[in-house]
């Protein structure tokens, strides 16, 4: 027997689904406190050893945080090439918005203590908010564009060719909600670290920032889904589904209707858990970081995140990618993935080094735990920012 028979085709697809899914959220969750420091930065610290003490925050694990970018990228290159293929092109100019302020960020740490000039500083402090707001915006923006479809089509060939043409086209009323959740979310879960890892006047300003941010994503998130249930029409596909057949996204016929984003919720009732760990983690944010619960509050922003991106792949599935040009070349679970031995080859090699991953960015930490004093910056020999 062939090994990769053991797992079906359609259950492959599905668990392939659920993994991007978990480094998608792994990433948002990790990175995503990294990013809401970045955009706290300028204002829950007043002055220089203020600031410094936020960027030790986060620095000795934020190069590790954006493994999981490097990992969700692989993951869609990998078992979901056609997903790549439109959306690493498709979404060029936004791709490429987002890499310049990755670079800002290594470069605003490194650099910003080099001189001692007030000017200076500054710079680099204002280059890592936008290496901050920029990658949590332009995210948020995507997800709002992925959710009305995105103009592409396949022809016979199933040649993928993309019909948009701006990065303005991508900034819609809609996509800019979803923009504005994504970083009132990440400020927030930024805030919960801060809260966490400082102490003093930094700490009391994130907190106050923190529980603002948590008000605006329940806000927003609110606004978000009545909108996508009165304004949007989603997609439903209208033909028979071969779950275990071959990638061809032309082999369905798709037709929009509108709530059919909101169907999978009628026919699966276990799926609210996911818009409902959004607001309840939000709201047990807000709560915690008032009753001064430190660790609670991060770990309930975590929650939200986990809640907010996972409702948008509910409300999707199966779809993962549709088209606004032509809905029969929509994305989907069963016609868009890998064949049926390559999800096997990476299913195996995940289960063997994600846990990897997980152990040794548990270990480290669990080393750094603890609050970032002043007096540590400013110590002599320190390798501090």
């Not at 996508?228 to 779950?243: F, R, V």
């Not at 509108?258 to 309840?280: I, K, S, T």
């Not at 709560?287 to 907010?308: D, K, P, Q």
């Amino acid at each position: 027997m062939i090994l990769h028979t053991l797992i079906d085709y359609d259950t492959l697809r599905v668990i392939w689904w659920l993994l991007l899914g978990v480094l998608l959220i792994g990433f948002a969750v990790m990175d995503g406190f990294d990013l809401g420091t970045d955009m706290l930065l300028p204002f829950v610290a007043r002055c220089d050893i203020e600031r410094r003490v936020v960027i030790n925050s986060i620095g000795p694990v934020w190069e590790g945080n954006q493994v999981w970018l490097i990992l969700g990228g692989g993951a869609i290159f990998a078992a979901w090439p056609p997903l790549y293929a439109v959306s690493f092109s498709g979404f060029y100019l936004a791709m490429f918005a987002i890499l310049f302020a990755l670079i800002l960020r290594p470069v605003g740490f490194k650099y910003r203590s080099k001189r001692d000039s007030r000017l200076w500083r500054a710079g680099w402090d204002w280059a890592l908010f936008i290496g901050g707001l920029v990658p949590a915006l332009v995210m948020g923006v995507a997800v709002g564009n992925v959710l009305q479809g995105v103009p592409f089509h396949l022809n016979n060939d199933l040649r993928i060719f993309y019909d948009g043409t701006t990065l303005i086209e991508l900034l819609n009323p809609f996509g800019l909600l979803c923009g504005l959740l994504s970083v009132a979310m990440l400020v927030m879960h930024g805030a919960g670290w801060l809260v966490l890892k400082t102490s003093g006047e930094v700490a009391e300003r994130a907190r106050t920032a923190g529980s603002v941010a948590a008000m605006l994503t329940i806000a927003l998130f609110a606004l978000g889904g009545l909108w996508l249930w009165a304004g949007i029409d989603g997609y439903a596909i209208t033909s028979p589904i071969l779950e275990g057949g071959p990638s061809n996204p032309l082999a369905k016929t798709v037709a929009l209707a509108p709530g059919a984003w909101l169907a999978n919720y009628d026919a699966h009732p276990w799926m609210l858990a996911g818009p409902a760990l959004g607001f309840l983690g939000a709201l047990g944010s807000l709560a915690l970081l008032r009753a001064r619960v430190e660790l609670g509050a991060l770990l309930m922003s975590a929650l939200s995140v986990f809640g907010i991106i996972a409702t948008v792949g509910l409300s999707m599935f199966p779809f993962i990618l549709p088209s606004s040009v032509d809905p029969r070349s929509s994305l989907t679970v069963w016609d868009a993935s890998s064949s049926h031995l390559t999800l096997f080859i990476m299913l195996v090699a995940t289960a063997i080094f994600l846990p990897l991953i997980a152990t040794y960015t548990t270990w480290v930490y669990r080393v750094l735990w603890g609050k970032v004093e002043p007096r540590e910056i400013e110590r002599d020999g320190s390798h501090a920012y």
